[in-house]
């Protein structure tokens, strides 16, 4: 059964143009849910951990939000660089290693 | 200064051999993982150990047997390779065991098998 779902699978956005990733999870007791970006040919990055609902996390353009049910990357202004696929994360029932939904690519075109 | 670094990056090989993947982490972690990317890009774990001990592993075929000799390494061997181990293999090592706890990863091994 899936914990964790992204969506949408791709975005591709122009640089400047606002948007969000989505993030649903189904897991009882959040021990937190995390963010990655990827870039090709390297590992996962590790961006934000929120752990609990209506908590905000900001890096840059980067804002993570969390709900009781989901959890979004919003992306301001995005630049070209910002390009990678973004990961969503949740911890195991066992708490011992990490569900990760199937990831967002995102392509920010100049 | 890499944090988790592995080695090889690329392992090109032919069906039926045996290889080694190598991981070492030098954040001082006590946890350590290995993961699976398949070609969809779906990251999926297949072991964990803390202090040197396995916690997960998760129906993995028991041609795969990671060992680690100390709490700074955890290698994978895998016996008799088959096609759909081709995949990219990450480690990656947290402080512990702690569901909250964010792991940091390594850049993958991508495996190709022939």
């Known amino acids: 059964e899936d914990q964790v779902t992204q969506s949408p699978e791709a975005l591709r956005l122009q640089e400047g143009e606002s948007s969000s990733l989505n993030c649903s999870y189904t897991v009882s007791g959040l021990r937190g849910l995390f963010w990655y970006r990827q870039d090709p040919g390297k590992g996962p990055e590790f961006l934000f951990t929120l752990y609990s609902a209506g908590e905000e996390k900001e890096k840059e353009r980067l804002k993570a939000t969390l709900t009781k049910k989901e959890s979004f990357l919003h992306i301001t202004a995005p630049k070209p660089e910002d390009s990678a696929t973004y990961l969503c994360a949740v911890p195991t029932n066992s708490g011992y290693a990490l569900n990760f939904g199937k990831g967002t690519s995102l392509l920010v075109t100049p | 200064d890499t944090a988790v670094s592995q080695t090889p990056k690329y392992l090109v090989t032919q069906m039926g051999n045996d290889k080694s993947i190598k991981c070492e982490q030098n954040l001082g972690h006590d946890t350590m993982y290995w993961y699976k990317q398949d070609s969809k890009k779906f990251l999926k774990i297949m072991f964990s150990y803390n202090n040197k001990e396995l916690i997960i592993n998760e129906t993995v075929p028991n041609r795969f047997s990671p060992k680690s000799p100390d709490k700074a390494h955890l290698n994978l061997h895998i016996n008799s390779l088959e096609l759909g181990d081709s995949a990219v293999y990450f480690c990656?090592?947290?402080?512990?065991?702690?569901?909250?706890?964010?792991?940091?990863f390594g850049d993958g091994t991508r495996l190709s098998i022939l």
């Open positions: 990656a090592s947290s402080p512990g065991t702690g569901g909250g706890q964010p792991q940091h």
